[in-house]
């Protein structure tokens, strides 16, 4: 952390529990990126939803955190300002983007995906990460079932480990697991960045302006 300030670079860190947040705070962080269970890839063993989550942490923090997990549109930007975030943070729905520089067949994926379509994976490992379903996905669970506690890393190594080149880049779908939010389900388009910024924030500005105006 000293050399980080040192060389004047702002630290935000990533965390999915209000404790990790205040460790992340004691240590020196400039500002948190909260992650609630919904979020794509790993969303910690507490399984608390960012309803609960953002307020909580809003009520323990004092440097400035980001919503993410479950974030998508100008709706999740009100919300999580109103739970006392300063912004939000998007994985899942950045993806789904032109500008990404992954296969069309991840962001087609996530499009055809709905907020059913998530699994989590490696839970007995304690290292949660929740991932789009597909077939490596199926066959890692069945792994899962049958071994339960007695679960290696090397059991589903073919499912997890060195799968991300080709299907990110090759669009080989269902080689591995790949990480992605519940959020999919509200994935329905795939903008350039640009549009997606500017949707967010002309709507967002209209839903304060307009549709919260009279309370
Ligand atoms: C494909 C993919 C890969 C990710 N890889 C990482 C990673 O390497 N490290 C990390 O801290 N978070 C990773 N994340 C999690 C994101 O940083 C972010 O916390 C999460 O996507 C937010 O939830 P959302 O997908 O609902 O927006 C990944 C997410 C996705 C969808």
Redesign the pocket.
Known sequence: MPALKEAGIKVIH?CTSVRHSLKAQSIGCDAV?V?GF?????PGEDDIPNFILLPRAADELEIPFVA?????DARSLVAAMALGAEGI???????ATQDAPVHQNVKDAIVNASELDTRLIMRSLTNTERVLNNHAVERLMEKEKALGDKLRFEDIVDEVAGVYPKI?HEGTMEVGA??????AGLVSDIPTVKDLIDSIMTEADSIINQRLSNF
């Open positions: 990533k990126s992650d919904e979020c794509g890839g790993h993410s997990g479950g974030m998508a943070n998007m994985g899942t729905r950045f993806i990110m790949w990480s992605c939010g519940m959020v």
